[in-house]
């Protein structure tokens, strides 16, 4: 017995000792130095020239990009001393970005990665090009103008936009997360598109073609007028109430699709195809239509409907 407890012992502090040695490797290997801990402080950036455009390049942060009393841009922000933000001003383009320290704590070997808002307050006269690329965090924005063209780009969080105008191409795109938008007036395109997450979009006005789709998730919206409509999702519903539009393309392999349309229904050419589902009525060719609904569904079912 005196044996085992022996062995037993030596055992234990053999694996005492590993986890030391694989504790201080990884620690080298993540930062030379341990980060101690330091208080993070609120700053606020203030733009001294004039401003067209806006790029934020940033990692895990959730946006926030609003119009405010104002008489230049300004962001505020959350920094310590292992994270830094860069702002740049060049030729009119406001640049941010941020880069954050890989933090160790051996005491209990903890692991921390800050997560702040950025929130950027816009003149009420300014109409900017904006430019948004996170690696992980939401991006809202509300009540914005833009001269140009807007780019929303993020990998892991939702874009939220509310009573924003772009007068170029907007494009929202994200990888998981939903895209949501209410109110919303675009003088180009507009493209949104994620890959795990729904597609809402309420009030939008779009004087060219509308693209809304989904991998896995629901496409919807209300009161939606473009030039062209293209929906799609593999795993999904596609529905729209208060549709105007010249051409709707909608498509969806496991799900149904559901369409109330502006107008009656001779003023459509309608083709309609269901491999496992019901649809509510047959195809129309009419020869004077002006306008096209393209429907198809894999497993699901369809239905459309006419405002007249």
Excluded: W
Excluded at 94 to 108: K, W
Excluded at 243 to 254: I, M, P, R
Aim: proline residues 1%; glycine residues 8%; negative net charge.
């Amino acid at each position: 017995m005196l044996k085992i407890t022996k062995i037993m012992l030596l055992a234990s502090a053999g694996m005492f000792v590993a986890g030391g040695l694989l504790t201080g490797i990884a620690t080298s290997i993540i930062q030379k130095e341990p980060a101690k801990y330091s208080k993070v402080v609120k700053k606020e950036f203030k733009c001294n020239g004039k401003i067209d455009a806006i790029d934020l390049d940033l990692t895990s942060q959730e946006v926030r990009i609003v119009k405010g009393d104002v008489d230049n841009v300004t962001v505020e922000y959350y920094e310590d001393e292992n994270e830094q933000y860069t702002f740049s001003e060049d030729d009119g383009n406001l640049r941010v970005t941020y880069y954050s320290a890989p933090r160790v704590y051996i005491g209990f070997n903890y692991v921390d990665y800050h997560e702040y808002d950025v929130i950027v307050t816009v003149p009420s006269d300014m109409d900017l090009k904006y430019d948004c690329r996170l690696e992980s965090g939401d991006i809202e924005m509300e009540s914005i103008s833009s001269g140009s063209d807007m780019e929303l780009k993020t990998s892991s969080g939702d874009i939220v936009l509310s009573d924003v105008d772009v007068k170029g191409k907007l494009t929202c795109e994200g990888t998981s997360g939903d895209i949501e938008i209410k109110g919303l007036g675009v003088g180009g395109d507009a493209e949104t598109k994620t890959t795990s997450g729904d597609v809402k979009l309420d009030d939008i006005n779009v004087s060219g073609n509308l693209i809304a789709s989904t991998f896995s998730g629901d496409v919807k919206g209300n009161e939606l007028n473009c030039n062209t409509m293209n929906a799609s999702c593999t795993s999904g519903d596609i529905m729209f109430k208060d549709l105007n539009t010249d051409s709707v393309d909608a498509e969806t392999t496991s799900g149904s699709v559901y369409l109330m349309l502006e107008g009656k229904k001779e003023d459509y050419n309608i083709t309609l195809k269901v491999t496992s589902g019901d649809k509510n009525m047959d195809d129309v060719n009419n020869e004077n239509a002006r306008r096209s609904v393209r429907a198809t569904t894999t497993s699901g079912d369809i239905d459309i409907f006419f405002a007249e």
